[in-house]
């Protein structure tokens, strides 16, 4: 009984966090929509066109902070949108550290 117990434990813990990310291709959005859709589910993969090559770029983005994994943080990037070339979003990175 222990052994059924623990293996649907392992199961559940693994499907949690192996939740399927959305992706968005927005060269044809608003600045606006890309954000609440960050905002509403958390984070995504957001494509768009290289402005130099006319090759694709993606990368994931983030709502806030907390869908960033330890150690990484939450910070400002920006992707091109439809209505401006500049969008502010979140991209979680690798924290930098000022030493004095």
């Known amino acids: 009984m222990n052994r059924i117990i623990l293996a649907a434990a392992v199961t559940l813990a693994a499907a949690g966090s192996a939740q399927a990310i959305s992706r968005y291709n927005i060269n044809h ?3 606006a929509d890309v954000q609440d859709i960050l905002y509403s589910e958390g984070a995504a993969i957001l494509r768009y ?5 006319g090759m694709t770029l993606y990368d994931r983005y983030v709502g806030n902070g907390g869908y960033c994994e330890h150690p990484k943080v939450a910070k400002r990037a920006s992707v091109p949108t439809a ?3 500049h ?3 979140l991209q979680c990175k690798e924290p ?3 030493y004095d």
């Open 29 to 31: 959005m608003a600045c």
């Open 49 to 53: 066109s290289s402005p130099r090559s």
């Open 83 to 85: 209505d401006t070339g």
């Open 87 to 89: 969008c502010p979003v």
């Open 96 to 98: 930098t550290y000022k």
